[in-house]
């Protein structure tokens, strides 16, 4: 009889969703917070075609659904990589950045990853209404040049594409090595949600 010794996912770059279960009156809160900055302030435009990025660290703003959201976001994160085998600091403290990003119809965001941070996430607070199953989706790309014969196999290791359509309310979290996009709102509902980028810092 065969015995597993290991099984290492060497290398991968794992992906998870969470739902953060903070309810629909949370995301209520949180739209009109944006909105209000939408009108309100500038437009830092990143990597989006169209749409709007609050400028600065969004969660640095004192309204008590960001605060809950950033400190949810942070427990998570620390979760991720501790799921990741990750070397964590014994009395580190995270600095957490982040910006909500409000895409309408016809915005998209280009591939792009988030060098320099030790991982990333997406919350979605509001996605479009639309059957086309790609607004609202984001699609994490390969950078393996996995050989095309390979492609039959299939899963998450021999794939060349994961795309993803989370529901409001649900926190992707993944690696910053990893390259990603979001495909064109093809509906006329907003694209509501706010990435982040996080750092480990030593005491
Ligand atoms: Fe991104």
Known sequence: MVQRRSFIPAFSLP????????????????ITFIDSLRQDTGNAQRSSVGGWRNEGNFFAQQNEAVQTLRRACIDVALGYLQECAANLPP?????IFGWANWNGKGHFNTP????GWDVCGCYYVRQPDATDMKSGSIEFLDHRNIPKKQLRLGGPVYSQSIELRPKPGELVVFPPMVSHWVPP???????????????????
């Open 91 to 95: 009395e580190g403290r995270a600095e």
């Open 15 to 30: 992906l998870g969703v969470y739902d953060l279960e903070l309810g629909e009156d949370f995301n209520s809160d949180l």
């Open 112 to 115: 792009h990853r988030h060098p």
């Open 185 to 203: 709102n093809q509906g006329d509902d907003p694209r509501v949600v706010i990435a982040w980028n996080l750092n480990l810092e030593n005491k």
